[in-house]
């Protein structure tokens, strides 16, 4: 998975708590970014990174904040879990190109009951 | 708004033959589009990438073509094997879109021996 790992890999929580997920890369990437994966949705992107505490919002990003204080840590946080964020999450990391390849991480289970 | 449609029917093959998967999109002018293979509870692989001014990629036993007059692109596994069973996504990204990409929702193969 190219140096990239998210924690925790799976997590049950209940309607409004806050979660934070968080993804770590060994690879020295500047950008960075945060999916979900939902059936018959494919992948839709939360919020992405261009460098530290550089972000902005991607296609699906209500109810969403991120922060990046380092070069290796992106961190999603769901403010106040909704059931609608039940999902697969899933961080990327891209090159120094715009047309570079994505490397994803394992990604994470989120069950919000 | 911008679509990407992929078959959501899985697509059965048997073992040695070529599996042809599509990747429709409307609404949309790529610069690039990138496949990438999905094994369950994993992450996407990237595959392969290619430019809106190429008409073919290869890759072993791989073959993307990109027609941006149909708004269509064809992805081929040739000599197919059950290792070769996944779900296969298709990925667009935009000349000025910073690695931002738009995610079908993906096709299942199925190889048989």
């Known amino acids: 998975d190219a140096g990239i790992t998210q924690s925790p890999r799976h997590k049950v929580t209940e309607t409004g708590t806050p979660v934070t997920l968080r993804c770590h890369q060994t690879?020295?990437?500047?950008?960075m970014y945060w999916y979900r994966q939902d059936p018959g949705h494919g992948l839709r992107l939360i919020h992405y990174?261009?460098?530290?505490?550089?972000?902005d919002k991607g296609e699906v990003s209500d109810g969403y904040s991120v922060s990046r204080s380092k070069t290796e840590d992106f961190l999603l946080t769901l403010e106040s879990a909704t059931s609608s964020q039940t999902s697969v999450y899933f961080c990327a990391i891209g090159g120094t190109g715009v047309q570079e390849t994505q490397y994803f991480g394992p990604g994470t289970r989120l069950l919000v009951l | 708004s911008q679509k990407i449609e992929q078959n959501s029917e899985a697509l059965n093959i048997q073992e040695g033959k070529t599996a042809t998967l599509t990747c429709n999109y409307t609404n949309y002018s790529p610069a690039y589009l990138q496949w990438y293979r999905q094994d369950p509870g994993r992450g996407p692989v990237f595959l392969l990438l290619i430019r809106e001014n190429e008409k073919e990629k290869r890759k072993e036993r791989l073959k993307v073509t990109f027609d941006t007059t149909l708004k269509q692109s064809l992805f081929h596994i040739t000599a197919s094997q059950p290792a070769d069973s996944a779900t296969y996504l298709c990925?667009?990204?935009?000349?000025?879109?910073?690695?931002?990409?738009?995610f079908g929702a993906g096709t299942q193969v199925v190889v048989t021996p």
């Open positions: 690879e020295n990437h500047r950008y």
């Open positions: 990925a667009l990204g935009g000349a000025d879109s910073w690695g931002k990409l738009q």
């Open positions: 990174s261009y460098g530290v505490k550089d972000t």
